[in-house]
């Protein structure tokens, strides 16, 4: 069972894995990584 403030960490996870795999797919490693790390910098910022 996921609590509820686990689903919206869910969700953000698999949204942000889909959009690092498409960017590895178009740009690479190293654009795939910054996306990646802005994406968790973005969710520990609380703008999320």
Same mark, same amino acid.
């Given at each position: 069972?996921?609590?509820?403030?686990?689903?919206?960490? &869910?969700?953000? #996870? @698999?949204?942000? *894995? !889909?959009?690092? =795999?498409?960017?590895?797919?178009?740009?690479?490693? &190293?654009?795939? #990584? @910054?996306?990646? *790390? !802005?994406?968790? =910098?973005?969710?520990?910022?609380?703008?999320?």
């Amino acid at each position: 069972m996921v609590t509820r403030a686990g689903v919206p960490v &869910l969700v953000f #996870t @698999l949204i942000e *894995g !889909l959009v690092a =795999a498409c960017v590895f797919n178009r740009a690479g490693l &190293l654009a795939a #990584t @910054l996306a990646h *790390g !802005l994406a968790i =910098a973005v969710l520990a910022s609380g703008v999320y």
